[in-house]
Nanobody
Framework: QVQLVESGGGLVHPGGSLRLSCAAS????????MSWYRQAPGSEREVVAC????????NYADSVKGRLTISRDNTKNTVYLQMNSLEPQDPGVYYC?????????WGKGTLVTVSS
């Protein structure tokens, strides 16, 4: 079955960096685009970054452009989110997402906290 397991979240000071990872299994990873979503407390889940199946195309939410970078390693079935210059609006639970055959799959998420 499809599994997405996020890791790498934690507490970081404003301006700090984190690298999130999402290990995928149960499907042909290299055939699908992948996305990272964020859900802040009291807010709806929103997409922050997407990457094409081969990694050659990426898209970002305006609020994270220039600070967050999505990448993938198809040999490791893993997608990453490098988070730099973290800001007070960045905290939340970050989820890995894929849609296969019209079915949405989510990981359990990893918590990012930004605090001085």
């Amino acid at each position: 079955q499809v599994q997405l397991v996020e890791s790498g979240g934690g507490l970081v000071h404003p301006g700090g960096s984190l690298r999130l990872s999402c290990a995928a299994s149960g499907f042909t990873f290299s055939s699908y685009a992948m996305s990272w979503y964020r859900q802040a407390p009291g807010s709806e889940r929103e997409v922050v970054a997407c990457i094409s199946s081969a990694g050659g195309s990426t898209n970002y939410a305006d609020s994270v452009k220039g600070r967050l970078t999505i990448s993938r390693d198809n040999t490791k079935n893993t997608v990453y989110l490098q988070m730099n210059s973290l800001e007070p609006q960045d905290p939340g639970v970050y989820y890995c997402y894929i849609c296969i055959g019209g079915v949405n799959y989510w990981g359990k998420g990893t918590l990012v906290t930004v605090s001085s």
